[in-house]
């Protein structure tokens, strides 16, 4: 009884705010099921409590408890919150998933899903009904995962390739390893023969340092309202 009792207790708290947005983003709001879904906090906390009861009960019910479950759901709300701003940005940017692409990804999936488990194409059918979803679901839900992907790293790869390395940085790393441009008769190559040579050696570290601090200054010039 107090097994279904703390379970209930939790999912009635998590439903009692499944229709107010737990945070809008540039006018786009993210829902409360959304991050649960991401934090899979009720799965979690339903197996934990099948073999810790004790433990359970006291995360749940103290304050120490309480905080720790709400830092992590900031904290996975915080990663929605980026994502979203990228999924934006890829839109205003015109990024697109290549849907050809994204079927054949989700055939590989799936097909993968199948071989992994066993299945045969009518045992997923049967699984899957007895969660209240059909094939099509699933695929579309599978889609929607590869198609956010696609655009997420394609965005990354348009944004990385914004970087580039100054003269300066060129000149400074030049100077700093001397050394490593000699010649055959041991004296220093001219900064012009080397220069595509220290671009390539410096550039992928450029990139992402590029890439961290854009998606710094994405989130510090959102408009975002947090509801937790």
Known sequence: MRKIAVVVALLVGVGAWAQAPVAVVNGEPISREELDRATRLSEIVFTLYQEYPEFTQALLMSEEGKAFLARYEREVLDRLILRKLQLQEARARGIAADEEQVTEEVDRTIQQIMAYYGLSADDLAQILAMQGMTVDDFRAEIAQQVREKLVLDALKRAVRDEAVVSE????????????SFTGEDGSPKPLDEVREDIITQ?????????W??????????ADVVINL
């Open 168 to 179: 300066e940085e060129i000149a400074a790393f030049y100077e700093k390893n001397l050394e």
């Open 202 to 210: 410096l550039l992928p570290s450029k990139r992402e340092a590029y």
């Open 212 to 221: 961290s601090q854009w998606l710094k200054d994405l989130r510090a010039n």
